[in-house]
């Protein structure tokens, strides 16, 4: 399961990266139907970060795997690995 959220992720990597930003995953919770992850380099802090992560990401990941219902961004102080 995470291969292939990895997989997806590699696909918006690019753009991110394009940027100057990132995204690691940090977390899948598939019973609650969340994706933890964190935002690097320019993403974090972004006032368009709330936007891409939702608009985004979020909506590739749910119409990759019917069983997401939410992609959130984690704080680096947040041990949820």
Do not use: H
Request: aromatic share 4%.
């Amino acid at each position: 399961m995470y291969e292939d959220i990895e997989t997806i992720l590699n696909q918006i990597r690019p753009s991110l990266e394009a940027d100057g930003g990132g995204i690691d995953l940090v977390n899948v919770d598939k019973e609650q139907g969340i994706i933890r992850v964190k935002l690097q380099g320019a993403c974090r802090g972004c006032p368009m970060a709330i936007m891409t992560l939702k608009m985004g990401v979020e909506a590739v990941l749910c119409e990759q795997f019917p069983w997401v219902r939410e992609v959130v961004a984690v704080d680096e102080e947040e041990n949820l690995a």
